[in-house]
């Protein structure tokens, strides 16, 4: 072959291969794009539809960045300050406390006043996110106990505006997301959210460990305000659908009187069961990470690398229970998965090393994965569509006073443990008591609702 035709026919295979490259570097964007509306199945929608969908799901994906910051290390920030675990126990319990009073008035103004998205952006997306910024910078105005109750006067704070925007969110994002394809919808946005939630936290405890504490933690609260705030830009990209109910701001709404909850019994009874639920978490929620540092002798980098299992291992458990939401009710993946979870709390009080947490977070991230999906899911299902302010704050108001109580006795009973024994049964007592409540609420869920298998809305 002479050397002219040689050089044109490697001409030939590059422009071949090239044009390869092109059409699989198109399939790939298509597939990401439409992984960003929650799947191919949004083909189906209209564009309007689509478009809300995809800015839903990146305002997720920032969010839970944000979130999986300040969840995680938020509580070693106030151990670093020299808060005690009572003060951290409380902590919660005040957040809870007080974001659940709020509740209901802010359900009313949703009713009144409509303008959910701004509601939203105004609460929970600016003034909540806020408070991160000025928790970062609380050791500067501040030292000693005077900081720590700075960080905890802030997380209120930030509690309450995001339960002031927390009705307005649920009634919009019900009207955003086609019934039928909730799962899957949510299934895609919390695998992406995982994700993302997986590395950062990783990554934010390799830097604080790297750079010291608390300054460490006063970056990653700076970033996870940042980041909360890219979340809020998503958000405001959000188009409101016209709802005849939230059109006049001069809507008279009525009270809501048990009277007229009981015509929802269904709805009653996941409160009730709910509010057991949530209650024995929280007796050990707000005590893992100092468990963990003061009982195991974790570091905040193995804190961190810790807590990114269950976030791996929420990944499958998106993709598989999203489908079987769909396919068995949103009912039957929760109680299979809440008569499984109240394991998770006594695998907790054999560990005696931080990497014995490991078998524990890879079994917990995988259920919890399916079971707020699932529960979610089932909360938009019951709710009347247009009354759903006012019954998803009820509901959220349940919850809170539950996770606050829960974490008052959860605080209690440790110190008095401590006290009387060692720190070590103190913890271990908690965990061992957050199981068994968690699995009589999960009995409770069984026997309550046992009618109800399958996804739809309740009529008002």
Known sequence: MKKGQASSLLAIRARRGYAVLQVSSSRLRRRIW???AGGAWTDQASQPVRRNLRWF??????ANVSDSIVLTYLPLFMLALGASSTQIGLTDALTNLSAALILLPSAALVERWGHRKQITVLTGGGAGRAMLLLMALAPLAFSGPAAIYAIIALAIARSIFGSMGLPAWTSLIADIVPLS????YFSSRNIAMGIAGLVTTLLVGQLIGHIGEPTGHQLALGLAFVVGAISTFSFCHIHEPVVPTFRGKKRKTRPLRFKRLRAHPEFLAFC?????WNFAVRIAGPFFSPYQVQILGATPAIV????VISPLTALPGQRLFGVLADRWGPRRVQTILGLLIPLLPLGWALTRSPWHAIPVNLAGGFLWAGYNLAN???LLSLTPEDQRPRYTALYQLVVMIALAAGAALGSMVLELVSAAYTETWGYRTIFILSGCGRLAAALLFAF???RTNSPRTVKP
């Open 304 to 307: 961190g690398v810790l807590s």
């Open 448 to 450: 309550a609702g046992r």
């Open 181 to 184: 394809w909730r799962g899957r």
């Open 376 to 378: 979610f899911n089932l």
């Open 57 to 62: 799901w990146f305002d997720g994906l920032f």
């Open 34 to 36: 439409k992984f960003t």
């Open 272 to 276: 009730a069961t709910a509010a057991l």
